[in-house]
């Protein structure tokens, strides 16, 4: 498809310096005009009001991790009269720093930005041909770009673990794909209770439809929907843990922006309900429920009296250990996420520590189909100068194309006439974590060419929509002349599957008292955004393990 002359695709009327100095996204962003310096002077927050756990401690559970799975088992444990100390490797991000906010703007990165890298590792890479990423200092920063061989994984560090970053799109899937996502759980009982308990535990609100229509912060979205609706494709508002009364007041200029100032990537410094102001508070208002921050669980093993040993390394905010402690738990849950939760098993089990492991850890590893894209729009549909931070709509082609794609923001602060947008795709492809003894370190067998069906699934809809509007991708986004962003996930699932690593609830085979309670549950693909799953799973494995292990 050729060029159209009225087709805004970010060169005309801009300067490159005008859009660069000013971009930002949930999905991308940057960090520009040297405003992701080295020399940021944000004071640093420290790990504050947590009552860390002593060498040689005995404790009846310890949970590994402060995300959803982690949070939810805590906070249903303490309820039912246990005892529970979590483990978090990241820090405690309950303290402003200098500049009078706990968390860095998504436009101008930090030292708080990323977790123990020297240089920002952006989504979006580039803009107008531009690379974004810039030096920061190395710290225990709130977001992690892990990479491997063949793709980059985004998560979350510190205590609350993805709800500290993520764009709180809390989806539940449609009833009729459960049984592709979770094959051995009964769809009745998650839709009847536990998906209603999650929403609940979450505070999972929705946008109001005529305030949405009015607006200007979702201008983009209605374009997206527009578009999609033009092109015969459904447009759905997708719920968010985002307080949408809180983002009515901020553009009534009546409270501190924070959506409508852009953060998300690097944490909200008000209006999203993260899990730290919903059952993690909960749970430590039980007194039952202690935290230590800053802790990074390296090994569990069997020990002699029964129980098992747990070791852990302490960390200082530049990432050195300060400390090794060594300490007991009847009960051991690992919620570390799926990347880790998988990467300790697969270590765990290869040198010995937990033998009696089974055959499938590691296995059953998926992207959620992550990938991106960006369409040029025409002048005529412009995006909007202000644009909120929150997603709050997708275009629903699972159906028929295996794509559920985002209405996601650029929030740069000036009209770029882009649609941005994150798919999430019916990907077959599942990798394996394995131990690798020569660098001691655990690969993940993810290749980059396994994104093709992404690709193709996302194309359903945007090659669609850009036939049917004359428009065309954006190139410039993700390196130079490349369309997809298929280099990385936010999502990652699987690695210790239910059904398979574990019995039907959690509990890993081989070794009574250790359970997985996280995403690595989660064999590859919810079809949707996945902390509601992960989250009513976790209601649903808690309740009968506390009924029948406790
Ligand atoms: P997770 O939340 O990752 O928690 C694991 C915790 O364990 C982390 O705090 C780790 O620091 C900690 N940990 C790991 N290893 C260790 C160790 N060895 N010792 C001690 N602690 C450890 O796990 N999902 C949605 O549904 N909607 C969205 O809008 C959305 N947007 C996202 C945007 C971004 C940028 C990112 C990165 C993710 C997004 N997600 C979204 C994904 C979502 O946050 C993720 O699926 C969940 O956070 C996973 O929950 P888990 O409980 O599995």
């Not at 063949?150 to 794909?177: H, K």
């Not at 447009?235 to 409508?260: C, T």
């Not at 050195?320 to 738990?329: F, L, M, R």
């Amino acid at each position: 498809m050729s060029d159209s002359p009225m087709r805004a695709n970010g060169s005309s009327g801009l300067s490159r310096r005008g859009f660069i100095a000013g971009t930002s996204s949930i999905f991308g962003v940057a960090a520009l005009s040297g405003r992701a310096s080295a020399a940021s002077t944000a004071a640093i927050p420290t790990a504050v009001g947590a009552t860390v756990i002593d060498p040689g401690a005995h404790v009846p559970v310890l949970i590994i991790g402060t995300g959803y799975g982690g949070s939810v088992a805590a906070l249903r444990l303490a309820q039912a009269g246990v005892d529970v100390h979590m483990i978090e490797m990241g820090m405690s991000w309950d303290t402003p720093g200098s500049d009078g906010n706990v968390f860095a703007n998504t436009t101008s990165p930090d030292q708080r930005s990323y977790w123990l890298r020297t240089r920002t590792k952006q989504p979006l890479s580039n803009f107008l041909g531009f690379p974004l990423d810039k030096d920061v200092p190395r710290y225990t920063g709130i977001l992690d770009a892990e990479e491997f061989a063949g793709i980059t994984v985004y998560q979350g560090r510190g205590v609350g673990g993805g709800s500290l970053v993520n764009g709180g799109m809390a989806v539940t899937p449609r009833r009729e794909n459960f049984g592709a996502i979770l094959p051995t759980v009964d769809a009745a009982e998650m839709y009847d209770v536990y998906y209603p308990r999650a929403n609940s535990g979450l505070g999972v609100n929705h946008i109001d439809p005529a305030w949405f229509d009015g607006a200007a912060c979702y201008q983009y979205a209605r374009v997206g929907r527009k578009h999609a609706q033009r092109s015969g494709f459904p447009f759905v508002f997708v719920p968010n843990v985002y307080d949408f009364d809180y983002m009515k007041q901020e553009a009534a200029g009546a409270v501190p922006k924070s959506a409508l100032a852009g953060e998300v990537l690097y944490g909200n410094n008000h209006g999203k309900k993260s899990l730290q102001k919903t059952y993690l508070a909960q749970a430590r208002a039980t007194g039952r429920v202690t935290i230590s921050p800053l802790h990074k669980v390296t090994s569990v093993s069997p020990a002699a009296g029964g129980g098992y040993t747990v070791a852990i390394d302490q960390i200082n905010t530049s990432g050195d250990t300060t400390a090794t402690k060594s300490v007991t738990a009847d009960r051991v849950f690992f919620a570390a996420g799926s990347v880790g939760t998988s990467k300790l098993l697969v270590r765990l089990k290869a040198t010995g520590a937990l033998p009696g492991l089974n055959g499938e850890i590691g296995k059953g590893w998926g992207d959620n189909g992550n990938v991106m894209c960006g369409r040029a729009n025409h002048m005529w549909d412009a995006t909007g100068k202000l644009q909120a931070s929150m997603p709050t709509g997708g275009i629903d082609n699972w159906a028929a194309g295996g794509a559920f794609a985002e209405v996601a923001p650029l929030p740069t602060g000036i009209e770029t006439y882009a649609s941005f947008y994150l798919s999430i795709t019916k990907n077959p492809n599942r990798a394996e974590f394995s131990w690798n003894a020569a660098t001691g370190r655990v690969d993940l067998s993810w290749q980059t060419a396994w994104k093709q069906p992404s690709i193709n699934a996302a194309k359903t809809i945007f090659d669609k929509i850009n036939s049917k509007e004359g428009t065309i991708y954006r190139t410039d986004l993700f390196g130079t002349n490349k369309i997809w962003g298929d280099h990385l996930t936010y999502h990652p699932l699987g690695g210790a599957v239910l059904g398979k690593a574990t019995d039907n609830y959690g509990r890993l085979h081989g070794h009574p008292g250790l359970y997985v309670i996280d995403g690595a549950l989660i064999p590859g693909n919810t079809s949707v955004n996945p902390f509601v799953t992960i989250t009513a799973l976790a209601e649903r494995n808690i309740e009968r393990i506390i009924a029948d292990d406790l």
